[in-house]
């Protein structure tokens, strides 16, 4: 039986996953954690088949959770599963480790084939991630100026496109104000830019931005 960790700070959610597999004849075996750290405990103490990750945690940015997953079992599929679209984080995850990426908005046959997938040891894309990767290599198209960024640095940057200010920004990550405007003066710095209006520009442009 297939042993599952679904890592999402909402309850719902993870629910919701648990859900999907009703239906089926043989229901695999489910862990759960809310964080991060939890997440990282778990999997050092116990088996599983397959992570289910959602980028955005509470306490810390998913991206850097997997990195860590990664160091501390290599050959753990772990499966991003968020409500941020692929143009934004898709590529950084792969690279990360990352056997598949897929939307919450996905269908439920689409999501436990991603799951059955990366569990199995493959990769799971979806068709239009494909489809832009190809054209990518096609057209020669080199990798966007973001791609310089940390996580941490392109999740500040992305807020800032939102319209967030530096205070919500600090309330949302957990840091402090101080913290976030030194993301800030590197984002500027690595970007060669001046203003948040033109970060708000940027990432609007390259899709950065719901």
């Known amino acids: 039986m297939a042993r599952i960790l679904l890592v999402d700070d909402h309850v719902v959610v993870r629910d919701g996953l648990k859900r999907l597999f ?3 004849p043989s229901k695999p075996t489910f862990g759960e954690a809310s964080s991060g750290p939890e997440a990282l405990q778990l999997i050092k103490l116990q088996p599983w088949d397959v992570v289910v990750l959602d980028i955005s945690l509470e306490d810390r940015n ?3 959770t997997l990195k860590d997953i990664k160091k501390i079992r290599p050959k753990l599929p772990v499966l991003i599963l968020t409500m941020h679209s692929e143009g934004q984080y898709a590529r950084r995850a792969f690279k990360a480790g990352a056997s598949g990426y897929i939307t919450k ?3 439920r046959t689409v999501i436990l084939e991603a799951i059955k997938r990366v569990s199995s040891g493959r990769k799971y ?3 239009t991630l494909a489809e832009e990767l190809v054209t990518d290599i096609e057209r020669g198209v080199d990798e966007p100026t973001h791609s310089i960024l940390s996580d941490r640095e392109l999740e500040v940057l992305r807020l800032i496109g939102s319209g967030k200010t530096v205070g919500e920004i600090a309330a949302q990550l957990s ?5 976030v405007s030194t993301y800030r003066a590197r984002i500027l710095e690595k970007m060669k830019m001046r203003t948040n209006a033109e970060i708000t520009r940027y990432a609007i442009e390259n899709k950065l931005v719901e």
């Open 125 to 127: 894309v979806s068709p």
């Open 105 to 107: 908005g996905s269908s």
């Open 62 to 64: 998913g991206l850097e």
């Open 175 to 179: 840091l402090s104000d101080r913290t």
């Open 22 to 24: 009703d239906e089926l």
